[in-house]
Nanobody, 129 residues
């Protein structure tokens, strides 16, 4: 089992920044990928960003982003803290939603939520215009 705990959500004005954290614990070595998804009211959960590790967890890897956040969001990591972040800059009202951290053991398609085995509880991000 892998446990994921998100934090860092809140209310921010358009153009502002937020950094979400996802602290991982448990059998983290079994994960081959971690990612962020979000869900806006009345909409389906959508892919935001992810990393597939080239070696074990917290090693180097390949990152992926949905087109709407490219150039604005990044996913830095802190290996010592077993934590992945979602750094969000130049936020827009359409970025509003509940953001979820996810980890998977055999992720093939990073954009597919069903490929991920473990999920955090979610954290609310609200961007005002």
């Amino acid at each position: 089992q892998v446990q994921l705990v998100e934090s860092g959500g809140g209310l921010v004005q358009a153009g502002g920044s937020l950094r979400l954290s996802c602290a991982a614990s448990g059998r983290t070595f079994s994960a081959n990928a971690m990612g962020w998804f979000r869900q806006a009211p009345g909409k389906e959960r959508e892919f935001v960003a992810s990393i597939i590790w080239s070696g074990g967890i917290w090693s180097s890897g390949s990152t992926y982003y949905v087109d709407s956040v490219k150039g604005r969001f990044t996913i830095p990591r802190d290996n010592a803290k077993n934590t992945m972040y979602l750094q969000m800059n130049s936020l827009k009202p359409e970025d509003t939603g509940v953001y979820y951290c996810a980890a998977g053991q055999r992720v093939r398609n990073v954009k597919t939520s069903h490929d991920y085995d473990y999920w955090g509880q979610g954290t609310q991000v609200t961007v005002s215009s």
